[in-house]
């Protein structure tokens, strides 16, 4: 029989994270600290709506690009947010997540041999999306010493004459940081010199701590080289409802729906009606929860500080990106040794890219009571550590 | 600040000083004294636990009473509700806008003993025109706290 696989797709590490998933879900009692989505349940009003829609059999296909409601009050939020305005008939679509929108603006965009710039740490899709885009990755290793931040030098270095795409994963997951108006002031100079385009995944832009969140997009000249991807997923705690969506100009987004078109069709029609209701009546609930967030943060900085662990301060998402370096261990072997004696689950930093090795992504999308058992257990486990030493 | 600290001890009255310091991001001293300072002006009028006494094997009967009254010349409703919410058993008194005046919750070991407040105590003062009833038979939230059923996390335990 013939090999019944494509040699790219093979060639394709799997998710570093699987094999961590695998390992925890044998172990029933683990508290876990490696989630990365909220753990609020979606608020009411929303969910009423989304079962309000099947009650009144809205159980058919949206428009390709999503509903005209929808893709509507989307534009009203970018608005509101970043002054930006987007036509929503011909630069606005709704895609099943951020994820798709990734996947869909990248093989827009991209030739074979075309060179897309990924920042890491970063979220574990951009590369395998790129690879199978047919685009070459470069993968730029983002430091602690910036706090995480891309600094317009380090995007210097990494342009070639075959660059076409940079990829701005801010605020980051796994890391937490943050892209603030003047860091991106700087680098958006450097993109518009070397004639390049942005892909900014902001699916965590309402969950900032340090001021509001500003979309690249919004930088003079920059709307225009912006593919600008959120999602429902975070800001209103709608993981499972697959839900996300791209801003772009009109000659991007028409080949965006041209693939999505074909590969989806659609995006979930219940899901669509319930993210209405969130764009319209949502604001307060967001709110809360950031608030909460940013108290869990607090906490976590403030208990890494007392055991003496080095910690840059994050300002954005719900991660903080701590330094195990001094252990003399790999994030893997830590992580590993902490779930297998304290039963703590924290994802190696090293799932995120190799320069995440070092570090462990703790995600503090857990009530405040679960957070501080788990921290006095990670206090026990690195105060044997030093105790050995 | 006071805002955010209300929010917080509403739902959880036995945090510390030094807890609620870290998680809103202030020294110790200004929490303490934005605390005291709200329990002198009576803003913070007490720090109640949230029993679910349906748990237990105590008796406790809770019951509603809408109460009908007739004001009374320069007092209103005032001295009526004094009236009522001296009476220990009296958890709560609230002045109603709609079809009647006061909205009385009454906690008894008994139906029995709630009913002959009720009949005894409470129709007979001057004033009360008439009395209704509703005695609760299953609590499933209180103080925004839903007590049918205890969150589960139900999350895959490591997503990317």
């Known amino acids: 029989m013939r090999n019944p696989l494509s040699e790219k797709v093979v060639t394709i590490k799997p998710s570093g994270i699987r094999k961590f998933f695998d390992i925890v879900s044998e172990m029933k009692d683990a508290i876990s600290l490696g989630v990365g989505e909220p753990d609020f349940d979606t608020p009411w009003h929303i969910r009423d709506e989304g079962i309000y829609s099947l009650e009144k059999g809205r159980t058919f296909y949206t428009s390709n690009s999503g509903l005209k409601e929808l893709k509507t009050e989307i534009a009203n939020y970018i608005e509101r947010t970043q002054g930006l305005t987007y036509d929503a008939d011909h630069e606005v679509i709704v895609t099943v997540g951020g994820s798709e929108a990734i996947d869909i603006a990248l093989r827009a965009m991209i030739d074979e041999g075309d060179e897309v710039l990924i920042p890491q740490p970063s979220y574990v899709s951009y590369e395998p999306c790129a690879i199978l885009a047919n685009a070459r990755p470069v993968i730029i290793e983002l430091k602690e010493e910036n706090e995480f931040r891309l600094t317009a030098q380090e995007l210097r270095e990494a342009i070639t004459d075959q660059t076409k795409i940079l990829i701005l994963p801010f605020p980051n997951n796994p890391t937490g940081a943050i892209m603030e108006k003047k860091d991106l002031e700087e680098i958006a100079e450097v993109?518009?010199?070397?004639?390049?385009?942005?892909?900014?995944?902001?699916?965590?832009?309402?969950?900032?701590?340090?001021?509001?969140?500003?979309?690249?997009?919004?930088?003079?000249?920059?709307?225009?080289?912006?593919?600008?991807?959120?999602?429902?997923?975070?800001?209103y705690a709608m993981t499972g409802w697959r839900l996300g969506y791209a801003c772009a100009p009109a000659q991007i987004m028409e080949q965006m729906v041209k693939i999505h078109q074909f590969a989806i069709m659609c995006a979930p029609t219940t899901s669509q009606y319930a993210a209405v209701e969130?764009?319209?009546?949502?604001?307060?609930?967001?709110?809360?929860?950031?608030?909460?967030?940013?108290?869990?943060?607090?906490?976590?900085?403030?208990?890494?500080?007392?055991?003496?662990?080095?910690?840059?301060?994050?300002?954005?998402?719900?991660?903080?990106?701590?330094?195990?370096?001094?252990?003399?261990?790999?994030?893997?072997?830590?992580?590993?040794?902490?779930?297998?004696?304290?039963?703590?689950?924290?994802?190696?930093?090293?799932?995120?890219?190799?320069?995440?090795?070092?570090?462990?992504?703790?995600?503090?999308?857990?009530?405040?009571?679960?957070?501080?058992?788990?921290?006095?257990?990670?206090?026990?486990?690195?105060?044997?550590?030093?105790?050995?030493? | 600040m006071r805002e955010q600290i209300l929010a917080i001890i509403e739902k959880n009255s036995r945090i510390n000083i030094k807890e609620l310091a870290v998680i809103l991001g202030a020294d110790e001293l200004t929490i303490a004294n934005e605390l005291k300072a709200m329990e002198e002006e009576g803003v913070i009028c007490g720090y109640h636990t949230m029993i679910d006494w349906e748990k237990t094997s105590i008796e406790k009967v809770t019951a509603l009473i809408e109460v009908r009254i007739t004001p009374q010349r320069n007092q209103g409703y005032d001295n009526i509700a004094e009236r009522i919410y001296k009476y220990p058993e009296v958890n709560s008194v609230y002045l109603i806008s709609g079809g009647y005046d006061l909205l009385v919750t009454l906690e008894g070991k008994s139906l029995k003993a709630v009913s002959s407040f009720v009949s005894d105590k409470l129709s007979t003062l001057e004033g009360v025109l008439s009395t209704a009833t509703h005695f609760i038979l299953k609590k499933y939230k209180d103080h925004g706290t839903i007590l049918a059923k205890k969150y589960e996390d139900t999350r895959e335990k490591v997503t990317p």
């Open chain 1, 191 to 235: 993109i518009r010199e070397k004639d390049i385009f942005v892909i900014s995944d902001e699916i965590y832009a309402e969950l900032t701590f340090k001021g509001k969140h500003v979309s690249i997009a919004s930088l003079p000249g920059m709307k225009e080289r912006t593919v600008l991807i959120n999602g429902f997923s975070k800001a």
């Open chain 1, 278 to 389: 969130a764009l319209r009546n949502g604001d307060d609930d967001v709110a809360t929860m950031r608030e909460a967030y940013n108290q869990r943060r607090r906490f976590l900085m403030y208990s890494f500080k007392e055991m003496g662990i080095r910690c840059f301060e994050p300002y954005g998402a719900f991660y903080v990106f701590p330094c195990i370096k001094e252990f003399g261990m790999t994030s893997e072997e830590f992580a590993e040794r902490l779930l297998a004696e304290e039963k703590v689950a924290v994802v190696p930093g090293t799932a995120f890219g190799d320069c995440g090795e070092g570090f462990l992504r703790i995600s503090y999308a857990y009530s405040l009571e679960d957070l501080k058992i788990a921290l006095e257990k990670i206090g026990a486990f690195i105060a044997r550590l030093r105790e050995k030493k």
